[in-house]
């Protein structure tokens, strides 16, 4: 089987079907997450940015795909709940809520924001419906004016360690191209200049080409647990958006910067004792604050899997396709439920599932789903070109 029809038909006939048939809440609006191995649900409570990147897959299948109008309903359902329940006074998104849509936790983390922006954005897109776009475009700017204290009241640290964090401005880079259609061009370009020089110049070290989590204000290193702190999934999902930019501005430095990059995360980050990407990794090599450090998580191997689909494409590089076929073989073994459908999330270090869920506080509707979206298109122009 080729490689685009492995990941459409896992999409089409296992994936999507799961999550229909799951998680649906058609009593009050939204989507059940907490799904056990079999797809039951054993929590009821609605996580913010779980909802919205359901709401975003939905309409994206919608829009891209095939305008299947069962799509655009799921989605719709996933819309309505988060503009009626999902902001405070001032717009910013709650944490979590009831199964009802009371709130549960505050606005302390803004990528709820970012989810619920991209949400809107697409399902307005999808349904034509003006005033999701506008809601998706007011989000955007809310996401600014609180981009530089995100927790704003909030905030556990004092701020005598000041340090700026890879996750927003990585997130910021692929909102903004999600957001095209709703955003001015000249808004679109400022965002994607100053998130490309972020996450290539100031997180990207020259010297070891890898991302750190975390940096001073002036862009040098802390010698501290966060300072030292390394998520390698994290940088080499950044990386697949920075390929974006890069084919959408035809900037071949950029793609090729971002392709050397995920093979020296890649090289710095796999288990050469039971395989697989590590979850957090200290850069000196020292013990890690995140008890969680060694396990294999689905999310990370799926963006490795999309960033060098999207590598491969544009480059032909041998030592991308070598590290495609490695990180390929070690995902598709493990991860995927044969018996009970979708993925397994989180694996132990040697390799077997340590929690059996589906879906939870954190693992929803989105990296399986949209891994398998972008690796088939890639795929598709691999193929047709060879």
Known sequence: MKFSQLYQETLLNDILPFWERCSLDTQYGGYYTCLDQHGKVYDTDKFVWLQARQVWMFSKLYNQVEQ??????????????????????????????????????????????CFAAMAFSEYGKASNDEEFKLLAKNTYYNILKRKDIP???????????????????????????????????????????????????????????????????????????????????????AMWFMIDIGVSRNDLALIQKATDTIVNILEHSWDNEFGGIFYFMDAKGHPTQQLEWDQ???????????????????????????????????????????????????????????????????????????????????????????
């Open 68 to 113: 299947r109008p069962s799509w655009l309903q799921i989605a719709g359902l996933g819309a309505d709940f988060l503009k009626k329940n999902g902001m405070d006074a001032n717009g910013s998104f709650y944490f979590s809520l009831t199964r009802e849509g009371k709130p549960l936790v505050q606005p302390y983390n803004i990528f709820s924001d």
């Open 151 to 237: 927790k704003g009241n909030y905030e556990k640290s004092t701020g005598i360690r000041k340090l700026k964090s890879f996750a927003l401005p990585m997130i910021l880079s692929n909102l903004v191209l999600e957001l095209e259609h709703v955003l001015k061009t000249e808004e679109v370009k400022k965002t994607i200049d100053t998130s490309v020089h972020e996450v290539m110049e100031i997180f990207l070290q020259k010297d070891s080409g890898l991302i750190y989590e975390n940096v001073q204000l002036n862009g040098s290193l802390h010698d501290s647990f966060e300072g030292r702190l390394l998520n390698p999934g994290h940088g080499i999902e």
């Open 296 to 386: 294999k998580l689905w999310w990370v191997h799926l963006e490795t899997l999309v960033a060098l689909a999207k590598a491969y494409e544009h480059t032909k590089n041998s030592k991308i396709w070598e590290w495609y076929q490695r990180v390929h073989d070690y995902t598709w073994t493990r991860f995927p439920d044969p018996e009970n459908g979708e993925w397994f999330g989180y694996l132990n270090r040697q390799g077997q599932p340590l929690l059996t869920l589906k879906g939870g506080r954190w693992k929803g509707c989105f990296h399986v789903p949209r891994a398998m979206y972008q690796c088939y298109r890639s795929f598709e122009k691999i193929e047709t070109e060879q």
